[in-house]
Antibody, heavy 122, light 108 residues
Framework: EVQLLESGGGLVQPGGTLRLSCAAS????????VSWVRQAPGKGLEWVSL????????YYADSVKGRFTISRDNSKNTLYLQMNSLRAEDTALYYC???????????????WGPGTVVTLSS | SYVLAQPPSVSVAPGQTARITCGGD??????VHWYQQKPGQAPVLVVY???DRPSGIPERFSGSNSGNTATLTISRVEAGDEADYSC???????????FGGGTKVTVL
């Protein structure tokens, strides 16, 4: 079964750091670009970051650029999101999602994980 | 930055047709993808590349895209279609994914 499973969420203070992970299974992970998408409570979907198949290209939303770093370890079939200088507005459910088409981005996300919750609170 | 505009809500009676719009500057030149999200669940891709359906998605879901508006159409609406629907495009100018704000579909 094609699957993504996020982990690493939790309660953190403003200014703190957190590292999210997303474990992939059931497909050839290194053939697909993958993204992080978040959803604040009661709000819509917000794309956060994308990484290319080999990890050489990364893209970020303006709201997280310079604070978050996306990376992947294809030998471990795992995607990461390093989150630094966290703010109250980063509170959200964080999803990882894979592109529908291999070796391409812009094709839509056909598989999503269940998400992991990040909560900022002092 | 590229912006996608969706109506916050659409109401429809069972058996009728729901149309959800997604507005953007010359969106007809982009590929639009649509997601359904039910409470407590991850989004599900229901239409990709304007009008194609992933396997397992009923034919009742269809899409179109032209000019400044893309539309997701749900025919013969069922109670189980009640959900939030979001459109998405890849903005190649800024190399970013963009989501619309989402539309809550209520089945009366």
């Amino acid at each position: 079964e094609v699957q993504l499973l996020e982990s690493g969420g939790g309660l953190v203070q403003p200014g703190g750091t957190l590292r999210l992970s997303c474990a992939a299974s059931g497909f050839t992970f290194n053939n697909y670009a993958v993204s992080w998408v978040r959803q604040a409570p009661g709000k819509g979907l917000e794309w956060v970051s994308l990484i290319s198949t080999g990890g050489g290209r990364t893209y970020y939303a303006d709201s997280v650029k310079g604070r978050f770093t996306i990376s992947r370890d294809n030998s471990k079939n795992t995607l990461y999101l390093q989150m630094n200088s966290l703010r109250a507005e980063d509170t959200a459910l964080y999803y990882c999602a894979k592109e529908r088409t291999p070796n391409y981005y812009g094709s839509g996300f056909d598989i999503w994980g269940p998400g992991t919750v990040v909560t900022l609170s002092s | 930055s590229y912006v996608l505009a969706q109506p916050p809500s659409v109401s429809v009676a069972p058996g009728q047709t729901a149309r959800i719009t997604c507005g953007g500057d010359n969106i007809g030149s982009k590929s639009v993808h649509w997601y359904q999200q039910k409470p407590g669940q991850a989004p599900v891709l229901v239409v990709y590349d304007d009008s194609d359906r992933p396997s397992g998605i009923p034919e009742r879901f269809s899409g179109s895209n032209s000019g400044n508006t893309a539309t997701l159409t749900i025919s013969r609406v069922e109670a189980g279609d009640e959900a939030d629907y979001s459109c998405q495009v890849w903005d190649s100018t800024s190399d970013r994914w963009v989501f619309g704000g989402g539309t809550k579909v209520t089945v009366l």
